[in-house]
């Protein structure tokens, strides 16, 4: 957790906090379908919105949620939609879209259980290997995750953050406990925590390309409406925003894609060690799991075995060379999930067969506790 | 004259629709209303879905945004609420707007958002080939009603005037100058305004069906579509076979910005906290 910042007190649940932390990111406009166990996010920006010069609208369906996400943020304005997993899976299509016409906006799904209807109101996180490859074709990713209403707050400013540097869609993953856990949170000032701003376009409209090569490789959309006219399409396009069916430049446009991702992948990518310096044992988990990994981590140390937490809060792009780095220091890593080790596998593909990977699973709507957690440390210390 | 030039996005061509598409026709319409009606390009902002006909926007130039299929509605929802200062246009095709889109066809049209929406009808899938759509009459073939659609199809116009649209109107690509006043009045209206325009599909449509060539398709048009006034005068037997076009539905409602507009100064002085 980083450092306690300074503001106001108050108690507040997962979700509140979410809304929250997208209004302080300068979030103005909200569109949704509700679904358990996310709706309090819109519950309580539809409440906040209207007075805060924003816009709130409930639409037909995930589907059409997602679609004016985007719309709204080709005008310039902070978008975001929330959803659980039956909705997760509808909106993939046009999150596809938003990675394609690279249309910033930020997507929170508050995990249940599935596949289908699942357990609407129980948590899971069953949906992180969907964040990563739900909506179809090659493309890089950004998934982040939240333990704590505080982190909740501060991973939907980081995630708007995300959005408007690297021009993407960006996802915050949570579970039905982080988003119903009514804790302390500290709404800190103004100010207190940076936010980013999508670049401007830098040259006169004759002189524009919207998605012409940058530096950072991240394009300029300007905003609609502004005098700057261009073309924005879910084809594959050339830096004109213009449909090609030329192989180089379909091929330009798919790598680039995923190279925007992965070229920036240090700054993106973060996660958090609990005690793991001098570990032999590294616990791996995330979301409302690293809370009873912590636990386990301090009744194992007090027990005399040398555990630690590898916590990571950005799940894509996923830190495989620090997965590496920790297994070359470990024995063992015990990856703890509500599923049946989606995450695992990339602990493995990190580690390198240096060091082998435990599972703890949980796939029946009750948390993994303290002690699965404990147990495991010692079965394999 | 008009300089069509100063709107189309010639680099783009040539464009992608058939010899005989109806589809072209319909963008020289709508460049006449925008010009008609003075609307600066940097203030429209054209949406379209996925089809031969939401092609369009890539040709003209104003704000263009080519979505997912059938979800154009959906897409132009965000931009309007988020900027109601803009003109938003919506391109949809038959399938586009009322199988994929169905949904969002009818929610737009009953939150009456200010958007007009384009609705080129075919009565076919163009762009997948000539797969049957819900517009396509009973009995006519499709490549996926190779022995004749035994479905009904839906009457587009009826389904947005029902769902709650302020301005419903059927015009086709042969009566233009027709056409030119009913994009106008759809443009000028202030609420969800739907126009239906029927545009030939001479590759999957027309010649499935043995319906000739692209002219006679346009003779189709000319023979059976029929001025709703004058319609009504003809006898039952006259009216037979024919489609009504037209203005056949124009109502002042209350529009969805307005409303959210509204309900935000209304918030203002309503000291209650949230
Ligand atoms: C989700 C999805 N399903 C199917 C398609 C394939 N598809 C592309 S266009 C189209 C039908 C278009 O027909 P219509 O809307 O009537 O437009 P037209 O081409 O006739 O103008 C279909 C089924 C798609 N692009 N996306
Ligand atoms: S397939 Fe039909 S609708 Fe498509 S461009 Fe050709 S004629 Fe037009």
Redesign the interface.
């Known amino acids: 957790m980083s450092t306690t910042p300074k503001g106001k007190v108050i108690m507040i649940a997962g979700n509140e906090a979410c809304a929250e932390g997208a209004l302080y990111a300068g979030c103005r406009f909200f569109a949704g379908y509700p679904i358990t166990p996310s709706s309090e996010i819109a519950e309580h920006l539809c409440r906040k919105l209207p007075r805060l010069g924003g816009k709130f609208i409930q639409m037909e369906d995930e589907i059409g949620a997602m679609g004016a996400v985007i719309g709204a943020s080709l005008t310039g304005m902070k978008a975001l939609t929330a959803t659980s997993g039956p909705g997760f899976s509808l909106k993939q299509e046009n999150i596809g879209h938003a990675v394609m016409a690279e249309v910033p906006c930020v997507v929170v799904d508050v995990q249940r259980g599935g596949p289908s209807t699942g357990t609407p109101t129980l948590p899971a996180q069953m949906d992180v290997q969907q964040a990563r490859w739900g909506s179809h074709g090659d493309h890089g990713v950004i998934c982040l995750s939240a333990a704590t209403a505080q982190e909740t707050f501060e991973q939907t400013i980081r995630a708007f953050n995300l959005a408007e540097t690297y021009m993407t869609p960006v996802l915050l993953l949570i579970d039905e406990i982080v988003g119903h856990t009514t804790e302390k949170m500290v709404i800190p000032e103004p100010g207190a925590i940076e936010v980013v701003n999508r670049a401007k376009p830098a040259v006169p409209p004759a002189k524009y390309v919207p998605y012409a090569p940058t530096e950072s490789g991240i394009p300029v959309l300007a905003d609609f409406g502004t005098g700057y006219r261009y073309n924005v399409t879910g084809l594959c396009h050339t830096e004109t925003g213009f449909p090609t069916n030329d192989p180089k430049r379909i091929e330009a446009n798919i790598l680039h894609l995923t190279d925007k991702i992965e070229r920036h992948r240090d700054e993106i990518m973060r996660w958090k060690a609990f005690r793991l310096d001098d570990a032999k044992i590294a616990v791996f988990a995330y979301g409302a799991v690293a809370r009873s990994a912590r636990r386990a981590v301090i009744e194992a140390r007090e027990a005399g075995i040398a555990a630690g937490l590898f916590e990571p809060t950005t799940l894509w792009p996923f830190p495989y060379e620090a997965i590496l780095e920790t297994a070359g220091r470990v024995k063992a890593f015990v990856a703890a999930e509500m599923n049946l080790g989606q995450m695992a596998r990339e602990v493995e593909l990190g580690a390198k067969c240096k060091a082998e990977v435990h599972r703890v699973n949980r796939v029946d709507g009750d948390p993994i506790t303290p002690k699965q957690i404990l147990e495991k440390i010692k079965e394999v210390a | 004259m008009i300089d069509y030039y100063e709107y189309i996005?010639a680099?783009?061509f040539p464009h992608i629709w058939c010899a005989g598409c109806g589809d072209g026709i319909v963008l020289k319409s709508f460049i006449r209303s925008l010009k008609k009606l003075g609307i600066a390009?940097?203030?429209a902002?054209m949406?379209s879905g996925i089809g031969c006909s939401s092609r369009t926007?890539?040709y003209i130039?104003?704000?263009?945004?080519?979505?997912?299929h059938g979800?154009a509605?959906?897409?132009?929802?965000?931009?309007?609420?988020?900027?109601p200062?803009?003109k938003v246009i919506v391109v949809t095709g038959d399938g586009d707007a009322t199988a994929i889109g169905g949904?969002?066809y009818i929610?737009a049209a009953r939150r009456n958002i200010d958007i007009t929406c384009l609705l080129y009808n075919n009565y076919i899938y163009g762009m997948t080939g000539g797969q049957v759509s819900p517009t396509t009459p009973r009995g006519m073939n499709a490549s996926t009603a190779p022995f004749g659609n035994i479905e009904p199809a839906f009457n587009i116009s009826g389904l947005a005037q029902a769902a709650g649209a302020s301005f419903v109107a059927r015009g086709d690509v042969y009566h233009v100058q027709q056409l030119d006043k009913l994009i106008a009045a759809a443009l000028g209206k202030t609420g969800f305004s739907l126009v239906e325009i029927l545009s030939p599909c001479p590759t999957a449509y027309g010649r499935r069906n043995k319906m000739g060539t692209p002219v006679d398709l346009m003779n189709w048009l000319k023979d059976n579509v029929v001025a709703k006034d004058k319609l009504d005068k003809m006898t039952e037997e006259e009216q037979r076979g024919k489609v009504p076009s037209g203005v056949l539905w124009d109502v002042e409602k209350p529009e969805f910005c307005g409303e959210?507009a509204k309900?935000?100064e209304r918030?203002?002085t309503d000291k209650k906290k949230?």
């Open positions: 996005r680099q783009n390009k940097d203030d902002v949406v926007p890539g130039d104003i704000n263009t945004l080519h979505t997912t979800r509605l959906a897409f132009a929802t965000g931009v309007k609420f988020a900027n200062r803009l949904n969002h929610h959210y309900l935000v918030l203002k949230a």
